[in-house]
């Protein structure tokens, strides 16, 4: 068998060139030759693409806005606690205490993608102030590394938590109102200790925090973690709280984490694990936006069709001359199909320029949204376009032209040449 020669490949890759490039530039020409059809057909991609990404960009940034609320609430990026203290830390959390020190909480803290490691004891009880009496579940933490974690904590009035005041607490907005008090008033603390015994503290509140969730706000209090130590007469805590230094790296390094602390009985509980409202709002959210992107796809391809079959009937003569010289009827599918293409690539660069440049715009001005419900304060939304959103939106505008353009360049392919002559007589 003799092999084609080096000189011989080279001149069928030059030939495939030159006929691509022809076929490139007789689809533009007809492109032009019927402006008005392609006009439309390109005006219905564009708007599609920019419906998507403008629909596409808020839902991403509600998502990244959840995300980041909850995050930087109180959640924080990880959770660290004893294995089994999800599951039966409720029924015995004295169980589940971690040291005040250790070589594990050392190795956290020296960890270069940790920004603070905040701890946390997690009580409840009463509170009390003159005749009122109320239940509350509180949470005892560090004031200074709090802060790096409960960045969004809104105090509403007065100061927030302080090392130097050891026996200052801040409260809910709500649980506030029910107690009827204001920033200075004196309460008392009433928990269950460690040793089953009702113990008791003084405390002084600081100031009232939202937290924009109004139920929380309602019953939670915050307070110096010594002081819950003293309150449940222990040692150490129920959970290290981590920040990160990227929300996106929480994946990789929980999963170095858990190879690095195999031998403990650490667990680490992603932030994505513990945000039940985020997960749910994310299931329902993407599932309406398949349904947005369905239509859209339906609306490109019945306008794509209805262009190209109108383009097969205006030139139906043209193409039984172009088959009665020896064109393949191949060759005539590709050409259709080309110029569907080359519609789908108009359109869809188009609509990916406005759609990003009228996503800025609208950003900058800012979207005003109400408070969701359950929440107290209203925000002003945006519209977040990542490269994701911008790729998947220019590869549905190709594939749905590709897919209208099937029928009518079979169509347009399938024709007797001889009734294709008779066509314009």
Known sequence: MRLPSP????????????????TTRLAFRNTLRHRARSTIAIL???????????????????????????????????????AGYQDSGAADPFSY???????????????????????????????SHGETTLSFVGEGVDAE???????VLHISQGEGLSDEDPNGIVVGAGLAASLGIRPGANVILLATSASGSINAVDAHVRGFFLSEVKAYDDTALRAPIGLARTLLKVRGSHAWVIALDQTDRTREWIEQSRARFRATNLEFIPWFDLADFYN?????????????RAIIGLIIVLSISN?????VQARTGEIGTLMAMGTRRREILKQFLWEGCLLGLIGATIGVVVGVVLARVISAVGIPMPPPPGRQLGYSGQ?????????GAFALAIFTTMLAS???????SRLEIVDALRHNR
């Open 7 to 22: 000189r011989h490949e080279g001149r069928a890759v030059k030939g495939r060139l030159e006929f691509g490039l022809m």
């Open 44 to 82: 219905a991609i564009g708007f599609g693409v920019i419906a998507i990404l403008l629909a596409g960009g808020f839902i991403e940034w509600i998502f990244w806005a959840i995300r980041e609320a909850a995050i930087q609430t109180g959640l924080g990026h990880v959770h660290v606690v004893r």
């Open 97 to 127: 205490l971690l040291p005040d020190k250790s070589q594990e909480l050392s190795a956290l803290e020296a960890s270069p993608e940790v920004k603070v490691v905040a701890p946390r004891l997690n009580f409840g009880g009463l509170i």
């Open 145 to 151: 590394k709090e802060k790096l974690v409960s960045r």
């Open 280 to 292: 749910k709002s994310v299931t329902l959210l993407s599932s309406q936006m398949m349904v947005v």
């Open 307 to 311: 262009v190209l079959i109108m383009s």
């Open 383 to 391: 519209i977040l376009v990542t490269w994701g959103l911008v790729a």
């Open 406 to 412: 099937l029928y009518p360049a079979w169509k347009g």
